[in-house]
């Protein structure tokens, strides 16, 4: 039987975290190094992702940035091929959502929340999948899904579906990887203030969504660690296609 310090030890394992420059996934690279894993961040802008790499190497962690547009095949190939070692733990963090009703929604939009929410989600994971398989590593892969995968929010219905479809997406990569030893499992997270969600979140229909939350405040970014620790360790040896909900408790209710 292993310790709960042996459970959770990521010390040897290499995570890449895409959108690792800021909120949520900044957040996640940090916990991922505080376990003892080596960090690659990985996103458009250079400069988030240097600067919590620099945060890390505060910390005594290592961490490495480097450029990469999910939403685009080539970018990916290109990201991976810089890679330092091949990813033991993925968690395929970025996202953004548009702000448009649909009858409203310009097409273009449409494509963005697609490619980056879901077809992002799989190229990436393809790259690190095969990287993985060819490395002879048992990989876990973590997908950042949102309460909105499973419920609907007017202005936000791309996004939504998108996230709907990337839980359904980390069911199949989990039964086609299992044979692999790759476990890929998603969090489902509530509300956050981060780049993303601040907009939202500091209007009157944002705080009046606060106060519907049964635990009465917003999510924090640590809130995520557990979730993100028992997924990326072995403490999560056996499962595979799950979905860890961390929201406060505000998908529970109707209304
Ligand atoms: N905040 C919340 O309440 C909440 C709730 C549920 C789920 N989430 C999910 O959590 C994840 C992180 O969001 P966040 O709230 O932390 O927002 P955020 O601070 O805006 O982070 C999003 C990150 O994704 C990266 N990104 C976006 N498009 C990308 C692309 N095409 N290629 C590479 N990187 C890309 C961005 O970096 P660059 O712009 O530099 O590329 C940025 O670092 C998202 O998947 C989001 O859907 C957030």
Do not use: C
Not at 84 to 94: C, E, G, Q, R
Not at 207 to 222: N, S
Request: without cysteine; glycine residues 12%.
């Amino acid at each position: 039987m292993k310790t709960p310090a042996e459970l959770f030890d990521l010390r040897g394992k290499h995570a890449l975290v895409t959108g690792g420059g800021t909120g949520l996934g900044r957040a996640f690279a940090l916990q991922l190094a505080s376990s003892g894993a080596s960090v690659t961040l990985a996103g458009r802008r250079m400069q988030p992702l240097e600067e919590t790499a620099a945060a890390i190497h505060a910390l005594g962690g290592t961490a490495h940035p480097v450029r990469l547009d999910v939403s685009d095949s080539g970018s990916v190939a290109a990201a991976f091929a810089a890679l330092p070692a091949p990813a033991d733990i993925l968690v395929n963090n970025a996202g953004f959502a548009a702000d448009a009703m649909l009858l409203d929604l310009p097409e273009d939009d449409w494509d963005a929340v697609f490619d980056a929410n879901l077809k992002g989600a799989w190229l990436v994971a393809r790259a690190a999948a095969q990287a993985m398989i060819a490395a002879g590593l048992r990989g876990s892969v973590i997908n950042i899904a949102s309460v909105l995968g499973s419920a609907v929010q007017k202005g936000t219905a791309p996004y939504a579906a998108a996230k709907a479809g990337l839980i359904h997406l980390t069911r199949g990569m989990a039964l086609e990887w299992a044979r692999h030893g790759i476990r890929v499992n998603a969090i489902a997270p509530g509300y956050y203030y981060t780049d993303m969600a601040a907009g939202y979140l500091d209007s009157d229909s944002g705080r009046a969504m606060v106060k519907r939350i049964p635990q009465r405040r917003l999510g924090d970014p640590a809130d995520l660690g557990g979730a993100l620790l028992l997924l990326a360790s072995d403490a999560s040896a056996y499962m595979t296609g799950s979905v860890v909900t961390v929201d406060g408790g505000l998908s529970l209710a109707v209304i």
